[in-house]
């Protein structure tokens, strides 16, 4: 008849699964609380732009929560902005133009924004929705999917001629931070499936180390 393994041995196999499901299940609810505590502190978006034109040509809410969506709006006088490119493209020297634009603008523009850590309702190039008195609107639905600090870049893709011959530049508009909070019990509501899945891999090794030492 084979000896059981002593009561000490038993009980940290016990232990150990044990532990391994609090590790699992505290470290990451931990991590999304401490960027919740972090983010509480840097409730604030700034928005950065790279021409020179009015900043209220964008707008972006002045806080966000993680998978809370929220409007982006861009309103921008394209046939102004086209007129001010080509005047500096016309004035300025070989190599040295605004973000290498080269030729004639066209006020017929497209928008795009992006952002790594964010789900965005309208991907790539945008036409314009309206324009109304040379002013063309554009609007997007995005979510941020994680907390801390993450940035949103806005684009413009301009119709140029030069030679005869059209091109598409890409010129860097603005970059909008935000300081997302973190949503602890959204969190928990989307991987919930995943906790109840690593529950069932302890109770499966403990109901087989009893069936072992039965």
Avoid: C
């Avoid at 972090?38 to 929560?65: G, R, Y």
């Avoid at 493209?89 to 973000?99: K, L």
């Avoid at 006020?107 to 309208?122: R, V």
């Amino acid at each position: 008849m084979r000896k059981s393994e002593p009561e000490s041995g038993l009980n940290f196999n016990l232990i150990m699964p044990a532990a391994l499901l609090l590790v699992l299940l505290v470290v990451p609810f931990s991590v999304n609380s401490f960027m919740h505590m972090f983010s509480a502190k840097k409730q604030f978006n700034t928005l950065m732009m790279k021409i020179p034109i009015d900043s209220t040509a964008i707008t972006i809410p002045e806080t966000v929560k993680q998978y809370e969506p929220f409007d982006v709006v861009l309103n921008l006088e394209t046939k102004q902005l086209s007129r001010f490119l080509n005047e500096i493209v016309s004035m300025a020297s070989e190599g040295t133009a605004i973000q290498g634009i080269t030729g004639v603008v066209s006020p017929d523009m497209k928008a795009e924004i992006a952002g790594e850590d964010f789900e965005i309702d309208k991907q790539g190039p945008q036409e314009q929705l309206s324009a109304y008195r040379g002013t063309a609107n554009w609007r997007w639905r995005v979510t941020p999917e994680s907390s801390g600090s993450h940035d949103l870049k806005f684009q413009l893709h301009l119709l140029t001629q030069n030679n005869g011959q059209q091109s598409i530049k890409i010129m860097d508009l603005a970059e909008a931070s935000f300081s997302v909070q973190a949503n602890p019990s959204e969190w928990f509501k989307r991987n919930w499936f995943w906790i109840a899945s690593l529950l069932l891999v302890p109770v499966a090794i403990i109901f087989g180390l009893r069936r072992r030492h039965a």
